[in-house]
């Protein structure tokens, strides 16, 4: 039997705290267009910001936030491109812990939109996605950017990476499509929904003054599952040997899962996307297990001296299984999450147990507190004083070589970055590096990955929407040159916008995953050779702050603490090593086994 309850502090973010008011009516004023009541509805659900980039059909909508009171609470941020704008309604999203908006005009506009939008889809990143439709009367007549289900259908294309998807084809329609879409948004799991709104309905005159009330629209529920969790209780009471791997669906249960680790003396590892959720120092962790993962986690998986491995807040992908290795996927493993859909990816599984993590594993350490506390059975041969890292890691972490070995920067940022430092994580060599090296005290989640769809560029719009979101808090994206080509000229908006975001490069002047993964595959080698480029030059020339960086010496002389209280962007150009080799060895083999 399933019961339904509240997870406990759903809106503890202080950026969120005007949604904690009481269920207050507000009506529009006269001559409110649809448009207005759009604009509204993100006022009354707290939305702050909306990112996007201006066309003639989406001025409808840019012309509704220009009409709000002179108290207006709603900025739009103006991207360059389209998918930049859905990065930034991601990052921001992440920060505030709410939906983040974007937004974008007709035909292109919409098709630009969509790899930012299926990145969100992929990792459960609540928003909302505005496109702007051709007029009614145009469908099929070959209008300008005519992106209607008889033309280029941008409906269609969104319907595979959106949770709720549709066009508004009458007025009449608006309002209860909007609260769908929002609903559906936040709804576990969570996702982007798609409005299509044709431009002539946009400027539609509301015929009568709806009352908006969104106390329903911002309520989180969750399913809960009583017998599987009693189910959970006689397993550990049974079991001597238990592993907790972490995923990254661990939000707001960090500190409730290492309560329940350290009374009963339990290992943690985690998948590369999890590690946000533990401090990686902490005497229980045992490292990554998967993608670029730490060999103690590996050999405490393989050896399989376990009785049962709980895997917590993990959808158990590829990366996070090291290619769904047998060593996981058995009758030893228990999935636990707030998401049922996640349990597909486990159908082998001991047991399946539903429910809000944080009450479940506070839950579960009070009711077992008569259980006797392990020894630690687990060998740890393979870590040593310095931590998840052997030796020979250590020492190309500590090396002072030329060039600037970039397990030396990655080790040297999760040392001395700020706890409280959001850190983004770009797709490339940038995964490998900070998933083996960069080891960080902290367990809010503050460390930012997006591994679910592996977008390139991702980090630099994602960490430009967060810093707009939080300009207070320390935002550092690190993304390779690959990246940086591609989307790099976001990082005007954080200039425009005055955030003091750090963005670093990885300069190799190559495409870096694909240069080594081709040697390491043994493949032939093509396609990954970038031009050398001056990035700090580039950035200086917009008036951007720049540091160029080419020896351990110069990245010990920055400080981070000066940046992070500027009021603009820096961006840091770091050459390192071309010739290392990132720690990815099994990625390749899973590769290699797919052909």
Same mark, same amino acid.
């Given at each position: 039997m399933l019961e339904i309850e509240l997870p406990i502090d759903i809106n503890h973010n202080s950026l969120d705290q005007n949604s904690r008011e009481s269920n207050q009516a507000t009506s529009l004023g006269e001559g409110a267009c649809y448009s207005d009541l759009l604009v509204e509805y993100l006022n009354q659900i707290n939305v702050k910001k909306v990112f996007g980039v201006p066309g003639g059909a989406i001025e409808p909508f840019?012309?509704?936030?220009?009409?709000?009171?002179?108290?207006?609470?709603?900025?739009?941020? $103006?991207?360059?491109?389209?998918?930049?704008?859905?990065?930034?309604?991601?990052?921001?999203?992440?920060?505030?812990?709410?939906?983040?908006?974007?937004?974008?005009?007709?035909?292109?506009?919409?098709?630009n939109l969509i790899t930012g939008v299926a990145s969100a889809y992929a990792d459960n990143i609540p928003m909302l996605v505005i496109t702007a439709q051709t007029a009614l009367p145009k469908f099929g007549k070959q209008a300008l950017q005519d992106s209607s289900s008889t033309a280029i259908d941008t409906v269609?294309?969104?319907r595979y990476c959106t949770k709720f998807n549709t066009l508004i084809s009458h007025p009449d329609q608006f309002e209860h499509a909007l609260i769908s879409a929002i609903m559906a948004a936040n709804t576990a799991p969570r996702g982007p929904a798609h409005l299509s709104v044709p431009s002539d309905i946009f400027n539609t005159p509301l015929v009568e003054k709806p009352i908006v009330r969104s106390h329903a629209l911002r309520q989180h529920l969750v399913t809960s599952d009583p017998a599987s969790q009693d189910k959970l209780r006689q397993e550990l009471l049974a079991a001597n040997r238990v592993v907790i791997l972490l995923g990254d669906n661990c939000y707001q249960a960090s500190k409730q899962i290492i309560q329940f680790a350290e009374t009963f003396n339990i290992p943690v590892i985690s998948g590369p996307?999890?590690?946000?959720?533990?401090?990686?120092?902490?005497?229980?962790?045992?490292?990554?297990?998967?993608?670029?993962?730490?060999?103690?986690?590996?050999?405490?998986?393989?050896?399989?001296?376990?009785?049962?491995?709980?895997?917590?807040?993990?959808?158990?992908?590829?990366?996070?299984?090291?290619?769904?290795?047998?060593?996981?996927?058995?009758?030893?493993?228990i999935h636990i999450d707030s998401i049922s859909q996640y349990f597909n990816q486990s159908s082998m599984a001991r047991l399946h147990v539903l429910g809000p993590l944080p009450q479940l594993f506070a839950k579960l350490t009070t009711q077992l507190q008569g259980k006797e506390r392990v020894d630690r059975w687990w060998e740890c041969d393979t870590r040593t004083e310095t931590g998840l890292l052997n030796q020979a890691e250590m020492d190309l972490a500590r090396s002072s070589d030329l060039p600037l070995k970039p397990q030396r920067l990655f080790h040297y940022l999760g040392e001395t970055l700020p706890e409280q430092?959001?850190?983004?994580?770009?797709?490339?060599?940038?995964?490998?590096?900070?998933?083996?090296?960069?080891l960080r005290s902290d367990d809010q989640g503050y460390y930012r990955i997006a591994m679910g769809y592996g977008s390139m560029g991702w980090a630099i719009g994602s960490s430009v929407g967060?810093? $707009?979101?939080?300009?207070?808090?320390?935002?550092?994206?690190?993304?390779?040159?690959?990246?940086?080509?591609?989307?790099?000229?976001? $990082?005007?908006?954080?200039?425009?916008?005055?955030?003091?975001?750090?963005?670093? $490069?990885?300069?190799?002047?190559?495409?870096g995953m694909v240069k080594h993964g081709q040697r390491l595959g043994g493949a032939e080698p093509i396609g990954f050779a970038l031009p050398v480029i001056d990035y700090a030059a580039m950035a200086s020339s917009m008036g951007i702050q720049s540091i160029g960086i080419d020896s351990f010496d110069a990245l010990d002389k920055l400080d981070f603490s000066a940046l992070f209280s500027r009021s603009g962007p820096t961006l840091i150009d770091v050459k390192i090593d071309p010739e290392e080799e990132p720690p990815m060895g099994e990625r390749i083999k899973g590769l290699a086994s797919s052909k």
């Amino acid at each position: 039997m399933l019961e339904i309850e509240l997870p406990i502090d759903i809106n503890h973010n202080s950026l969120d705290q005007n949604s904690r008011e009481s269920n207050q009516a507000t009506s529009l004023g006269e001559g409110a267009c649809y448009s207005d009541l759009l604009v509204e509805y993100l006022n009354q659900i707290n939305v702050k910001k909306v990112f996007g980039v201006p066309g003639g059909a989406i001025e409808p909508f840019f012309d509704a936030v220009a009409r709000q009171s002179h108290a207006r609470q709603i900025d739009m941020v $103006i991207a360059r491109h389209e998918a930049g704008a859905a990065f930034m309604a991601d990052g921001y999203a992440r920060e505030v812990h709410s939906l983040g908006v974007c937004c974008a005009t007709t035909g292109p506009g919409a098709t630009n939109l969509i790899t930012g939008v299926a990145s969100a889809y992929a990792d459960n990143i609540p928003m909302l996605v505005i496109t702007a439709q051709t007029a009614l009367p145009k469908f099929g007549k070959q209008a300008l950017q005519d992106s209607s289900s008889t033309a280029i259908d941008t409906v269609g294309m969104l319907r595979y990476c959106t949770k709720f998807n549709t066009l508004i084809s009458h007025p009449d329609q608006f309002e209860h499509a909007l609260i769908s879409a929002i609903m559906a948004a936040n709804t576990a799991p969570r996702g982007p929904a798609h409005l299509s709104v044709p431009s002539d309905i946009f400027n539609t005159p509301l015929v009568e003054k709806p009352i908006v009330r969104s106390h329903a629209l911002r309520q989180h529920l969750v399913t809960s599952d009583p017998a599987s969790q009693d189910k959970l209780r006689q397993e550990l009471l049974a079991a001597n040997r238990v592993v907790i791997l972490l995923g990254d669906n661990c939000y707001q249960a960090s500190k409730q899962i290492i309560q329940f680790a350290e009374t009963f003396n339990i290992p943690v590892i985690s998948g590369p996307m999890g590690k946000r959720w533990i401090d990686e120092r902490h005497p229980l962790y045992c490292g990554v297990f998967g993608f670029s993962g730490h060999d103690q986690a590996r050999k405490l998986v393989m050896d399989q001296q376990y009785d049962l491995l709980l895997a917590v807040g993990t959808r158990l992908s590829e990366l996070g299984t090291n290619g769904w290795t047998p060593s996981i996927l058995n009758n030893k493993l228990i999935h636990i999450d707030s998401i049922s859909q996640y349990f597909n990816q486990s159908s082998m599984a001991r047991l399946h147990v539903l429910g809000p993590l944080p009450q479940l594993f506070a839950k579960l350490t009070t009711q077992l507190q008569g259980k006797e506390r392990v020894d630690r059975w687990w060998e740890c041969d393979t870590r040593t004083e310095t931590g998840l890292l052997n030796q020979a890691e250590m020492d190309l972490a500590r090396s002072s070589d030329l060039p600037l070995k970039p397990q030396r920067l990655f080790h040297y940022l999760g040392e001395t970055l700020p706890e409280q430092t959001r850190i983004f994580i770009d797709a490339g060599n940038a995964w490998a590096w900070a998933t083996h090296y960069m080891l960080r005290s902290d367990d809010q989640g503050y460390y930012r990955i997006a591994m679910g769809y592996g977008s390139m560029g991702w980090a630099i719009g994602s960490s430009v929407g967060s810093a $707009i979101a939080n300009p207070n808090a320390p935002h550092l994206c690190i993304t390779g040159d690959g990246s940086y080509l591609m989307s790099g000229q976001e $990082i005007t908006v954080a200039q425009q916008q005055g955030v003091p975001l750090v963005m670093i $490069i990885l300069n190799d002047s190559a495409l870096g995953m694909v240069k080594h993964g081709q040697r390491l595959g043994g493949a032939e080698p093509i396609g990954f050779a970038l031009p050398v480029i001056d990035y700090a030059a580039m950035a200086s020339s917009m008036g951007i702050q720049s540091i160029g960086i080419d020896s351990f010496d110069a990245l010990d002389k920055l400080d981070f603490s000066a940046l992070f209280s500027r009021s603009g962007p820096t961006l840091i150009d770091v050459k390192i090593d071309p010739e290392e080799e990132p720690p990815m060895g099994e990625r390749i083999k899973g590769l290699a086994s797919s052909k």
